[in-house]
């Protein structure tokens, strides 16, 4: 051996080609609709299927989905989860990994199938990422949120030690599909927790959108977004063009960092404060209702800057309420839990605030320098909002300043 030490070293360099698809059906359920059997890659696959129901979904929709595996002779198996975000937990996750070793699971021409809500989607996608250390799934979304939000995500996670999301994985799964009639049966409040997420993504980058919330959200939220019978409500055009406007912006904001490696994310709009007020209010706030209310908090933050002027402030506030959103909580009133999430928002964006805000109805800049004055004032305008008074036509924002 010679006396110099040399160190060696080896380099993996490869590439991920990623694609996966959400595909609008119509009468999913329907024995003649094949899309639910298709495999990614094409073709049934083979064996034993696993399908996880959302609780409701086996409530309402069980007797068709058997019927539907049953006429089409395709062995399947079922889980029925609960959904809820307490139950977005590792020990559903561990239910889903069981039941996929009970049924014999294909690593992969049998992917297992999720019917449900984002939070059982969450579950089952995260089960599906560390199964074997990742095997497909098919998902099927049936709630507004699941179908404008999650539908699009290449991601999953499970809430954990107190923290929304803390444990999770990127593994998008191939197939998605969509069927706008699920939503029928969807509680009118779900379907406004949905309506949170549509808005952010019309306050971000599409001004067209939010006229649509502006004009019709409150009359699609009144028909559960289904066909109107003749001379009620808003065609169905207006819900395809409301749903299709919220994928196609989600799809576009993803595609070009989808690993989250760029941390300037504008869809993390109403995603900075909410998490941590989400999680103390918990159960009482539903996701897509704590984002609408940082929406509004964040775009106190950009009124006091100027960046938005006080008509703007007050359309946004009058078309969340309108949608039946409150805009504030007395949560977001409070200093110190609002800076505190915005801390762990900090960890999150890598030791910067990243904070996407508002410079008009459909834009976003960031910004990274928001004071502690600044937050305290926002909570203040959020006191404000808690009455009736505030976010009128008139009405000074971070009129504090
Ligand atoms: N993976 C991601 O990137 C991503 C993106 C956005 C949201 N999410 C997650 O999604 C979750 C919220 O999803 P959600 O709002 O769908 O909540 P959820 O899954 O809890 O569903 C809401 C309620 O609706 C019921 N339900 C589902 N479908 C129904 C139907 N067709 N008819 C009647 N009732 C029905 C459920 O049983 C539940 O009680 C959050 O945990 C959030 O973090 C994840
Ligand atoms: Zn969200």
Redesign the pocket.
Known sequence: MSGTTRQQSWKIQTELPVEYEIVETHDLLNPGNPDLLTVPGGGRGTGTRLVIL????DE??GAKIRTYFSENDVPVDYLTL????E??SIERVLEVVNKLNEVGTNRLSSPPIVI???????VV?LAASLYRRGIPFVRV??????QV??SV?????I?YGGY??RL?AYTPPPRTLIDRS??????RR?LR??MG?IFKMALIKDLRLFELLEEYGAELIEARFQDPGPGEGPAAAVADEVIGRAIAGMAEELQPNLWEKDLQRSVDYGHSFSPLVEMRALPEL???EAVAMDCVFSALLAAGRGLIDDDQFTRIVAVARRMGLAPSHPLFCDVELVLEGLADTVLHRDGKQNLPILTAIGEVCFLNDVSEDEIERACAGMGRLLGTGAGRAGQRVGADR
């Open positions: 959302d609780h409701s979904v309402l929709y609960p959904g809820s975000e139950n977005k449900g809500g984002g939070v059982v989607a969450d996608g979304p049936t709630t507004l949120l699941g939000d999650v995500a290449a991601k999953s996670g809430n929304r999301n999770g699920f939503l029928a049966t969807v509680p779900q927790n949905g997420e539903l996701h897509g």
